[in-house]
Every structure is written in structure tokens, then in C-alpha cells.
T-cell receptor, first 110, second 114 residues
Framework: AQRVTQPEKLLSVFKGAPVELKCNYSYSGSPELFWYVQYSRQRLQLLLRHISRESIKGFTADLNKGETSFHLKKPFAQEEDSAMYYCALSTYNQGGKLIFGQGTELSVKP | NAGVTQTPKFQVLKTGQSMTLQCAQDMNHNSMYWYRQDPGMGLRLIYYSASEGTTDKGEVPNGYNVSRLNKREFSLRLESAAPSQTSVYFC?????????????FGAGTRLSVL
């Protein structure tokens, strides 16, 4: 079965601390993984995807096929990083639908 | 630069009432989607339309119908609303240009069914 798991509902850190939001997936094919972010009162938007291998707003994520993980990391959290983060898997051959994890709320305290 | 536009933003219904959620995109995307967002469950796919003229069920289609009116518009209909359909609904469209696979989301419709 296709599934995305984010084990933490809430992650609270202090400004300047490192952040790691965990994501594990279950998929029999070659997955395409994404991180989407939803800031307060804003719409869901793409943060990054594994194919592009880029760093956005200081965040990076590496696809580990052996551990079936796609954890999101940032070395020094900022208050403006506080948001809801969703890991998602794309089933490209089924209309490109996204399967989302449950989401992790990141709270960065001053 | 509208992107994906959803109407209405908020709606309160009584059990048994019907309503249609509207979605339109101006990015010339072929594929469009309807998700619902519930606390602790992330976003779950209700229906999708891979291209104009086609629609398919997603993970949670019961109690909903959709219409892909044209390339721009994809509506979601609740024929007889139930309290279990209280949720935030998101429409999205997908950019596949140059092998991209990125979904763009609307601002959402917050629906309460009493």
C-alpha cells in the first residue's frame, strides 16, 4: 500500500536550533517525494522536491531509498519557519495524485 | 496572477443541504484535484481529473460528485451534506510542463455541516 508517515504532530524548537522533520514512505515503484508548507492563513505551497535536489529557505531533504525516508532538515531554525509541513508522494502514473502524510506543525520559539 | 481560485471561502450548511464548491485555474494545466484536510489526517484526495473530460475517484469519494466543466474549471458537489463532511477543501492543479510535477493549491473552502 502507498503510504506516507510523519511521526511527529508537533515539533517545537528554539530559534537557531537545528530542525529535522521526519518522513517515511511506503511505495512499490520509484517515488517522487515532496515537502509542502502551509504558513498561517496562507495556502499550501511547494517547499522542495527530491528531484531538484535544491535548498529552499535553508531547508534540504535527501531521499534515502534504503530507509524509505525523506526527512526535512535545516541547520538553524528561524521564527518565520513556524508552519505546518506536509510530506507527500506522487503517484505519477495515476493522474499525478499526491499522497500526503499527516503533517507536522513546526513551532520555532524566540 | 490568480493561479487557483476557490469559491466560497467559508460555508455553513445544515445536514441534508446541497452545495457546489467552485474551482478555476488560469495556468492552462491539464490535471486538477480536490482534497479534504482534516486535523491529524493530512490531505486526502476526493476526486481528480487527469484531463478535460475525465474524472476519477480518489481515496474518499463517497458523498461527493465532480464536474470538469472545461479545462479551467473543476467543481465539487455535495448532494446531501453530512456532519462528517465538515472539513477544509482544497482544489489543486498540476504543472507538467518540461517534466515538472508540481501541484498548485487554492486558498481553501472551510465548510461546516451542522
Amino acid at each position: 500500500a502507498q503510504r506516507v508517515t510523519q511521526p511527529e504532530k508537533l515539533l517545537s524548537v528554539f530559534k537557531g536550533a537545528p530542525v529535522e522533520l521526519k518522513c517515511n514512505y511506503s511505495y512499490s515503484g520509484s517515488p517522487e517525494l515532496f515537502w509542502y508548507v502551509q504558513y498561517s492563513r496562507q495556502r499550501l505551497q511547494l517547499l522542495l522536491r527530491h528531484i531538484s535536489r535544491e535548498s529552499i529557505k535553508g531547508f534540504t531533504a535527501d531521499l534515502n531509498k534504503g530507509e524509505t525516508s525523506f526527512h526535512l532538515k535545516k541547520p538553524f531554525a528561524q521564527e518565520e519557519d513556524s508552519a505546518m509541513y506536509y510530506c507527500a508522494l506522487s503517484t505519477y502514473n495515476q493522474g499525478g495524485k499526491l499522497i500526503f502524510g499527516q503533517g507536522t506543525e513546526l513551532s520555532v520559539k524566540p | 496572477n490568480a493561479g487557483v481560485t476557490q469559491t466560497p471561502k467559508f460555508q455553513v450548511l445544515k445536514t441534508g443541504q446541497s452545495m457546489t464548491l467552485q474551482c478555476a485555474q488560469d495556468m492552462n494545466h491539464n490535471s486538477m484535484y480536490w482534497y479534504r484536510q482534516d486535523p491529524g489526517m493530512g490531505l486526502r484526495l476526493i476526486y481528480y481529473s487527469a484531463s478535460e473530460g475525465t474524472t476519477d475517484k480518489g481515496e474518499v469519494p463517497n458523498g461527493y460528485n465532480v464536474s470538469r466543466l472545461n479545462k479551467r474549471e473543476f467543481s465539487l458537489r455535495l448532494e446531501s451534506a453530512a456532519p462528517s463532511q465538515t472539513s477544509v477543501y482544497f482544489c489543486a492543479s498540476r504543472d507538467t510542463h518540461l517534466a515538472k510535477n508540481i501541484q498548485y493549491f487554492g486558498a481553501g473552502t472551510r465548510l461546516s455541516v451542522l
